[in-house]
């Protein structure tokens, strides 16, 4: 069983490093700042464990905060998007951030070509989370 906290802990951190980059859609967000290099060697955001997840989180918000004179508030929207992740993760803790999204925000990787599934708009994004239900 994996660490229940850590799915706080990274919510917490996509939140806060959003606020730095509050323009881009979630999946441009986490493209940019954590899943890079890992898409362009693997194709998917699958497979990284949740322990590499937080420490790029860590890694990203001290360049953003190195770079960026102001952080913004997040929309609404992306709070919506945030608090449904918060709602639905602990139903699988099991599952990795990336597989977690994958299954549930993004569409699984075998129906969406690897390198376009984070492209999708955070309206997008809700909508499929909305769309889950939970026993």
């Given at each position: 069983m994996r660490?229940?906290?850590?799915i706080k802990r990274i919510i917490d951190l996509v939140s806060q490093l959003w606020t730095y980059d509050h323009t881009?859609?979630?999946g441009r967000l986490l493209e940019k700042w954590i899943w890079t290099d890992w898409m362009a060697s693997r194709g998917d955001i699958f497979h990284p464990e949740d322990t590499?997840?937080?420490q790029r989180l860590h890694e990203s918000i001290k360049r953003a905060q190195a770079s960026s004179s102001s952080?913004?508030?997040?929309?609404?929207l992306q709070k919506d998007i945030i608090n449904k992740i918060a709602e639905l993760w602990?139903?699988?803790?099991?599952?990795?951030f990336g597989q977690f999204?994958?299954?549930y925000a993004?569409?699984?990787?075998?129906s969406h070509p690897p390198k376009t599934m984070l492209h999708q708009s955070d309206e997008t994004i809700l909508q499929?989370?909305?769309q889950c239900t939970m026993k």
């Open positions: 660490e229940l906290e850590r881009l859609t979630l590499q997840t937080e952080i913004s508030e997040l929309t609404q602990p139903h699988v803790p099991d599952q990795r999204l994958s299954n993004f569409g699984h990787f075998m499929a989370l909305q």
